[in-house]
């Protein structure tokens, strides 16, 4: 599975020249080991660990883990001997070092059978629920954004005297519900009429050009006893062509327990950090969807690179899903040193298999 890379993202600026594959490894064996301890790295440690492949001492290690330390590759924490990996070392090793591993066959077919027996309207959550269980991490799915889905028609239908339920649907079997408030009689004959008229003017365009232009397309054009209903309709634009197929839940979460589990978040100012990340779930639907993964390639994002401080000590790996024409998006979050070479393939296998619904 090949990562996307932005130049940006390697900042080789100081002391710039290509590593050799000497300190490649030795940089890949750093994080390897940080990865499963979650403890500085020391010299004497790493000698024993690559003894099979480097008879070096831990004074020659120490050298070498002095000058990736020198190009802002790893980092040597105040209390410790040793040495932990930086922003710009994970960057190296997901887009160049890090061997990807292939997904088992349980865990395929253990995502088949679960989302394949998922209910439509159930299994966006549920594959939040999978990425959860299977990474040990927050699992996140951003429901499908409809900006350049095609409505097919409205339907509606009275509740009440003064209650209007729309039936919104749109291409690729979406159908979204919006309940309305009149502040008139609502005329029971009169609805079907209605419905056709409005089909006649927005039906075939996508959701973000009604949503702009509704206004404009049905003023002045609908029969003078439906002008309290264009009014009705008129207020509740945003509501009926928001861009997601539940405006007040574009986001499905799974797994904060996960996150308080890792030695990173175990100190109170962690775990208060852990819970305001999970209430601020418009940003999380802006950094998954703020990717244009035009090659459905997944793509991570590490630390600082996101941009917020309340994501620091985060990475995220983000890929597309599709159902039909609407694409949304899903992602694993973690502490920086998440298990890449096997998140990233069972992220594209969770987005493959929604695709293929």
Known sequence: CTLRMKADFLPYHHRDRELTEREKDILRAI???????????????????????????????????????DMGFIAHPHTSAGRIPTDKGYRLYVDSLMKTEHVTNQIATFVQENLQNSSREHVLRDASKILSSLSHYLGIVVLPNLSDVILQRLRLIALSSTRLLVVVELQSDIVRTVTLEASFEIDYQALDEIARLL???????????????????IR??????????????????????????????????????????????????????????????????????????????????????????????????????????????????????????????????????????
């Open 31 to 69: 994080i390897q080991m940080y990865i499963l301890s979650a403890e500085p790295i020391g010299s004497r440690f790493l000698s024993k660990y690559l003894e099979e492949h480097y008879k070096l001492s831990p004074a020659t290690i120490r050298n070498i883990m002095s000058d990736l330390e």
């Open 199 to 217: 089909n006649e003017k927005i039906s075939g365009r996508p959701v973000s050009f009604l949503r702009d232009n509704f206004t404009v397309i």
């Open 220 to 357: 002045d054009r609908l029969p003078s006893e439906a002008n309290a209903y264009l009014r009705l309709f008129i207020d509740s634009v945003e509501t009926l062509f928001a861009d997601y197929t539940s405006p007040d839940e574009a986001v499905h979460i799974a797994g904060t327990q996960n996150l308080l589990e890792y030695p990173e978040f175990e100190s109170r100012d962690r775990i208060k950090g852990v819970i305001e990340l999970i209430e601020n779930e418009d940003l999380i639907v802006h950094i998954l969807d703020r990717q244009d993964l035009g090659d459905n390639k997944p793509f991570v994002m590490i630390g600082s690179e996101m941009g917020s401080e309340l994501l620091n000590d985060y990475s995220v790996i983000v890929s597309h899903y599709k159902f039909g024409d609407a694409k949304g998006s899903l992602g694993i979050i973690g502490p920086r040193r998440m298990n890449y070479p096997r998140l990233v393939p069972l992220l594209t296998h969770v987005a493959q298999t929604l695709t293929g619904r």
